[in-house]
């Protein structure tokens, strides 16, 4: 399952799982694709579909592994990745690198175990107000759930998780 972030940062106010679709198809994935978000509707450890969250690996946009599976992820040691597998946009860029994404943030709304934070996620992603709070993570900690709080203002990174894995009929 491929993670990818959008091809630029979100304040708080965001219609990312829209975008996650729109970007994956104009970037011609053929996949279905969910923000790597908790929302008021769904945890984000449940983002993925129960049968491919123990035997597929997380990857990045060039398949190099960021973790085993997906279950792994939420094992409450924070999503701890390797930083030197970079994670791409769906445009193709390292979100690491690129001063596109001038704070190397990830938002994610989520506890280590992929809980939703009903304080803290934008009001279910729906303000950038300065008062509003989200969790997100920095990336240097080379963790995906790290714990840190910000204003809904800011503008971080937004994975998306490639969420319907659908192989190859002819493959």
Same mark, same amino acid.
Request: aromatic letters at 12%.
């Given at each position: ?61 060039? !398949?190099?592994? @960021?973790?085993? %599976?997906?279950? *792994?992820?939420? &094992? ?65 900690? !080379?963790?995906? @759930?790290?714990? %840190?709080?910000? *204003?809904?203002? &800011? ?17």
């Amino acid at each position: 399952l491929h993670l990818v972030a959008l091809n630029m940062p979100f304040s708080g106010d965001m219609r990312a799982d829209f975008q996650c679709f729109q970007q994956a198809q104009l970037a011609g994935l053929t996949s279905t694709y969910r923000a790597f978000l908790s929302s008021h509707l769904q945890d984000l450890a449940t983002v993925v579909r129960k049968t491919d969250r123990y035997h597929l690996p997380i990857v990045n946009l060039k !398949g190099e592994i @960021l973790f085993n %599976n997906w279950e *792994s992820i939420f &094992n409450g040691n924070g999503g701890q990745f390797n930083i030197h597998v970079p994670i791409y946009s769906f445009d193709g860029r390292n979100v690491m690198t690129n001063p596109s994404w001038p704070q190397k943030v990830i938002w994610h709304g989520s506890t280590t175990n992929g809980i939703r934070l009903i304080n803290n996620y934008c009001e279910a992603w729906r303000t950038a107000d300065g008062g509003a709070m989200g969790q997100a993570s920095p990336l240097k900690t !080379g963790k995906l @759930l790290y714990q %840190n709080t910000y *204003s809904c203002s &800011n503008q971080f990174i937004v994975l998306c998780i490639e969420n319907s894995f659908v192989s190859d009929p002819q493959g």
